[in-house]
C-alpha cells in the first residue's frame, strides 16, 4: 500500500504561472482533504473532495484556487496566476468511506515557491 | 468558530527523559474529537494519538499520553522514555463531530521538539 502520494514535491512558478498539484489518494479511501500549510503555522483546511464532487470549499480562497477529484485519476489543486503569498506547503489527505476526517492518512506533501 | 491553542513554540527534552506538550482548544460543542499529529523533518504528517471527548479515560499509544481536561478544555501529550526520533513539530487538532463540519480538522500553530542526546 503506497500511501497518499503528492507530486510533485517541490514546484517553482513565477509570479502569473499556474501550479497544479496532484494527489493519489490511499488504496480504497475515496475522500480526499486538501491543506496549506504557511511557514512557521499549522495546517489550514482548503478543501474537501468525493469522486467528481467538491463536498465542503469553504477555505479555499474564492479566486484563483480551483480543485478536482475526477472519476479516474488523481485529484488536481489548481492555483492559477500564482503569487508570492501563494507559496507555501500543500497537504494532501485520505480517508475511507464513512470515517470522515477522523481517519487521515496524509501525503508528504507539495512545496510550492513562487518567485 | 473552534480555535486550538499551542502556547510552547518550542520545546526541549533531554533523551529517556519525559516532555508535556500543551494545548488548549475553543469550543461550544459537546461532543468532537482531538489529535496529536507530528511532523517530522521530513513533513510527513503522522498520527500520533487520538481522544473522542465522550470517553473520560485518557488515550495512550505506547510512550505517548494525554491528558483530557474536558471543562479546562485542555489536551496536553507527555511522550515519556524520549528518544531521538521524537524530534519533531507537534500539532494539536480539532474535529468537530457535527455533520455540518465534521470533515474540518482544525490544527494548532505546533510546538517545536528538540531531543537533545
Known amino acids: 500500500n503506497a500511501g497518499v502520494m503528492q507530486n510533485p514535491r517541490h514546484l517553482v512558478r513565477r509570479r502569473g504561472q499556474e501550479a497544479r498539484l496532484r494527489c493519489s489518494p490511499m488504496?480504497?479511501?475515496?475522500?480526499v482533504y486538501w491543506y496549506r500549510q504557511l511557514p512557521e503555522e499549522g495546517l489550514k483546511f482548503m478543501v474537501y473532495?468525493?469522486?467528481?464532487?467538491?463536498?465542503?470549499e469553504s477555505g479555499m480562497p474564492k479566486e484563483r484556487f480551483s480543485a478536482e477529484f475526477p472519476k479516474e485519476g488523481p485529484s488536481i489543486l489548481r492555483i492559477q496566476q500564482v503569487v508570492r503569498g501563494d507559496s507555501a506547503a500543500y497537504f494532501c489527505?485520505?480517508?475511507?468511506?464513512?470515517?470522515?476526517?477522523?481517519?487521515?492518512?496524509f501525503g508528504a506533501g507539495s512545496r510550492l515557491t513562487v518567485l | 468558530a473552534q480555535t486550538v491553542t499551542q502556547s510552547q513554540p518550542e520545546m526541549s527534552v533531554q533523551e529517556a527523559e519525559t516532555v508535556t506538550l500543551s494545548c488548549t482548544y475553543d469550543?461550544?460543542?459537546?461532543?468532537?474529537?482531538l489529535f496529536w499529529y507530528k511532523q517530522p523533518p521530513s513533513r510527513q504528517m503522522i498520527l500520533v494519538i487520538r481522544?473522542?471527548?465522550?470517553?473520560?479515560q485518557n488515550a495512550t499509544e505506547n510512550r505517548f499520553s494525554v491528558n483530557f481536561q474536558k471543562a479546562a478544555k485542555s489536551f496536553s501529550l507527555k511522550i515519556s522514555d524520549s528518544q531521538l526520533g521524537d524530534a519533531a513539530m507537534y500539532f494539536c487538532?480539532?474535529?468537530?463531530?457535527?455533520?455540518?463540519?465534521?470533515?474540518?480538522?482544525?490544527f494548532g500553530p505546533g510546538t517545536s521538539l528538540s531531543v537533545i542526546p
Open positions: 481522544q473522542e471527548a465522550y470517553k473520560q
Open positions: 469550543t461550544s460543542e459537546s461532543d468532537y474529537y
Open positions: 489527505a485520505s480517508s475511507p468511506p464513512g470515517s470522515g476526517a477522523n481517519v487521515l492518512t
Open positions: 487538532a480539532y474535529r468537530s463531530s457535527m455533520k455540518t463540519s465534521y470533515d474540518k480538522v482544525i
Open positions: 488504496k480504497g479511501h475515496s475522500h
Open positions: 473532495l468525493q469522486k467528481e464532487n467538491i463536498i465542503d
